[in-house]
């Protein structure tokens, strides 16, 4: 399986992004890294430049349609492009969220990852196809809180619901074009996303390890991708009991803290 050239990385200045860009950092490679903290975006550069690949970094919000298609247009031709940016927060406190922070949250993790995705698969429909018939990988990062409507984190659980429904949905009438599409489901990965997450994380991955995971079943072609297994099994089976029962023993956990200005 041929390592992708031409990678462009969407939050790519934090976490999961950042470590996804230096798994994808290799000689002979370019990374579009893209991001709202040109600092941060400047340390993971120098990172990925470190391990002998180019970098261009770019400030983009993925909320702006116009904006993020022009700059996936102009990186093109692109292997890989991983639509990861997003954010969280919730009704830690038992608040009800703030209008504001439901609109923040699906205006980022929605509609920034159709953004981009859909973006890369115009520029993907222009290039020819590799020996294996494929033009180009796309993952989009929806999350195992996909598959759970936790009362902590709602507009986080739906948005990620959305994401993973649409990729997964989608995936196969891509791969006639010869896109592959993958729906990323990490379960809890160690960034500044869960550094304040008061509550327990089962299995809590390194963000390295995660990435290496990412960048694994991308290539291999997986329409969803969702790990640890074993917790997703769990998460499905919660998802699967009543509403209210399901309700109370995910209420039992406190939720993600609201968002100052999310
Ligand atoms: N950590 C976990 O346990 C976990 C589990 C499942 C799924 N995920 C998902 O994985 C993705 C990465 O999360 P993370 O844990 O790595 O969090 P993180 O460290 O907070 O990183 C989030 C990234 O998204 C970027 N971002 C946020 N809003 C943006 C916007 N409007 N435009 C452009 N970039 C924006 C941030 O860039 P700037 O700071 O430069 O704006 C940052 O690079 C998210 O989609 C998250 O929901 C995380």
Same mark, same amino acid.
């Given at each position: 399986?041929?390592?992708?050239?031409?990678? %462009?990385?969407?939050?790519?200045?934090? !976490? &999961?992004? /950042? #470590?996804?860009?230096?798994?994808?950092?290799? +000689? $002979? =490679?370019?990374?579009?890294?893209?991001?709202?903290?040109?600092?941060?975006?400047?340390?993971?550069?120098?990172?990925?430049?470190?391990?002998?690949?180019?970098?261009?970094?770019?400030?983009?919000?993925?909320?702006?349609?116009?904006?993020?298609?022009?700059?996936?247009?102009?990186?093109?031709?692109?292997?890989?492009?991983?639509?990861?940016?997003?954010?969280?927060?919730?009704?830690?406190?038992?608040?009800?969220?703030?209008?504001?922070?439901?609109?923040?949250?699906?205006?980022?993790? %929605?509609?920034?990852?159709?953004?981009? !995705? &859909?973006? /890369? #698969?115009?520029?993907?429909?222009?290039?020819? +196809? $590799? =020996?294996?018939?494929?033009?180009?990988?796309?993952?989009?990062?929806?999350?195992?809180?996909?598959?759970?409507?936790?009362?902590?984190?709602?507009?986080?659980?739906?948005?990620?619901?959305?994401?993973?429904?649409?990729?997964?949905?989608?995936?196969?009438?891509?791969?006639?074009?010869?896109?592959?599409?993958?729906?990323?489901?990490?379960?809890?990965?160690?960034?500044?996303?869960?550094?304040?997450?008061?509550?327990?994380?089962?299995?809590?991955?390194?963000?390295?390890?995660?990435?290496?995971?990412?960048?694994?079943?991308?290539?291999?072609?997986?329409?969803?991708?969702?790990?640890?297994?074993?917790?997703?099994?769990?998460?499905?089976?919660?998802?699967?009991?009543?509403?209210?029962?399901?309700?109370?023993?995910?209420?039992?956990?406190?939720?993600?803290?609201?968002?100052?200005?999310?």
């Amino acid at each position: 399986m041929p390592s992708p050239s031409r990678v %462009l990385v969407t939050g790519a200045s934090s !976490g &999961l992004g /950042a #470590a996804f860009a230096l798994a994808c950092a290799r +000689p $002979g =490679a370019t990374l579009f890294l893209g991001g709202r903290d040109a600092q941060r975006l400047g340390l993971v550069a120098d990172a990925v430049r470190e391990r002998g690949a180019e970098a261009a970094i770019a400030l983009v919000d993925v909320r702006d349609g116009a904006a993020t298609e022009a700059w996936v247009r102009g990186a093109a031709p692109l292997d890989l492009v991983l639509a990861n940016a997003g954010i969280s927060a919730g009704t830690g406190g038992g608040q009800a969220e703030t209008a504001e922070q439901a609109r923040a949250i699906f205006a980022t993790n %929605l509609d920034g990852a159709l953004n981009t !995705g &859909l973006a /890369a #698969a115009a520029v993907m429909r222009g290039q020819a +196809p $590799g =020996a294996d018939g494929v033009r180009g990988r796309i993952g989009v990062v929806a999350s195992i809180a996909a598959f759970v409507p936790a009362p902590g984190a709602p507009s986080y659980c739906a948005s990620k619901a959305a994401v993973d429904a649409w990729a997964v949905a989608t995936a196969p009438v891509w791969r006639r074009e010869g896109i592959v599409l993958t729906s990323v489901c990490p379960g809890y990965v160690k960034t500044p996303m869960t550094a304040s997450n008061r509550f327990p994380m089962p299995g809590l991955m390194e963000a390295d390890r995660a990435a290496a995971i990412m960048l694994r079943g991308m290539l291999a072609g997986r329409q969803r991708l969702a790990f640890p297994g074993w917790l997703a099994v769990a998460a499905r089976l919660v998802g699967l009991l009543p509403a209210p029962l399901a309700t109370r023993m995910l209420g039992s956990q406190p939720g993600k803290e609201p968002a100052a200005s999310p």
